[in-house]
């Protein structure tokens, strides 16, 4: 772990002289690798830090995304910086950098908050994330909305994934979403406190993870006459579980779900929870990615 201390403080003293995408991308890398390796060695200090440094490593990255003029890394151009300079030798691509579009949206989203904002978030985040269970989320500062955080924070809806249980079920309501994440146009978000409000019509509702998880998934099992649709972690060995989810339709999703703003699947398997009169005890075993190709 000493040594993993070291690249740290090495990494930051990097990122502070990194000019060029490629020297900022190599300190995202490091901090990513320094990041996993503190998470499984159960050092929850050292993996805020990395990950605070990853952070601010891809809101550098997207400051000298934004700055270019055209498309950075295209085929005959140079990233030296903010500039790009035509070349004829073979020039670093975005691709060959290592940089997707999931990462460039995600570093450029970063660099569009305010520096002030960015700090202020910075600070909340460090604060949720440090408590116990809590797991380390780039999601959560993107966000700069903390209604979800809990155990596993924010988990956004995948869009490909409302939308086909949107068609089969046309809901008319989000019950527990912010103004950043909402499915529905008409939505609870913190300050409408979703718990305090009367479910009625086809409602979606991706509760927070964490152990209020069990007040949302009670209030979808006795929500009167409504259709309440649920996306929640696949944990049968729970007691909320046993008390609300068996009691109506069960969709164990096959595989796991990638997050939004996520660079990984989920750390658990995922179910849709379908509460209803009109749905009775099931349990089906659904292939729902095989159905988005």
Not at 55 to 62: H, I, N, V
Not at 168 to 193: I, P, W
Not at 198 to 204: I, K, R
Not at 209 to 221: D, F, L, N, T, V
Request: aromatic letters at 8%.
């Amino acid at each position: 772990m000493t040594k993993e201390i070291s690249r740290y403080d090495v990494a930051c003293r990097a990122l502070a002289e990194a000019k060029t995408l490629e020297e900022i991308k190599d300190v995202s890398d490091k901090a990513s690798a320094i990041q996993e390796y503190a998470r499984r060695a159960k050092n929850k200090t050292l993996e805020i830090d990395a990950a605070e440094l990853r952070m601010r490593a891809e809101r550098k990255l997207g400051e000298i995304l934004k700055n270019t003029k055209k498309n950075v890394g295209a085929k005959g151009s140079k990233v030296t910086g903010s500039k790009q300079e035509p070349v004829r030798d073979k020039t670093p691509t975005l691709s060959a950098l290592g940089i997707d579009k999931k990462l460039s949206s995600r570093a450029q989203k970063l660099a569009n908050q305010v520096t002030e904002k960015f700090e202020e978030n910075i600070s909340k985040w460090r604060s949720h994330a440090q408590k116990e269970n809590e797991r380390v989320s780039t999601t959560q500062l993107l966000r700069g909305d903390w209604y979800q955080m809990s155990e596993t924070p924010e988990w956004e809806t995948p869009q490909w994934l409302f939308d086909i249980l949107d068609k089969e079920f046309h809901f008319t309501v989000d019950v527990c979403a912010s103004e950043q994440n909402h499915k529905c146009e008409k939505y609870y978000s913190k300050a409408d406190d979703g718990l305090k409000q009367e479910w009625t019509g086809v409602c979606w509702m991706n509760p927070p993870y964490g152990r209020e998880i069990k007040e949302w998934m009670q209030k979808a099992r006795e929500a009167e006459g409504a259709t309440i649709v649920c996306l929640v972690p696949a944990r049968p060995d729970t007691e909320w579980w046993w008390e609300n989810c068996i009691q109506g339709e069960i969709r164990f999703i096959r595989g796991r779900l990638q997050w939004p703003g996520s660079d990984t699947a989920a750390p658990f398997p995922s179910a849709v929870i379908v509460l209803s009169k009109k749905h009775k005890e099931k349990v089906v075993w659904w292939d729902v990615k095989g159905e988005a190709k």
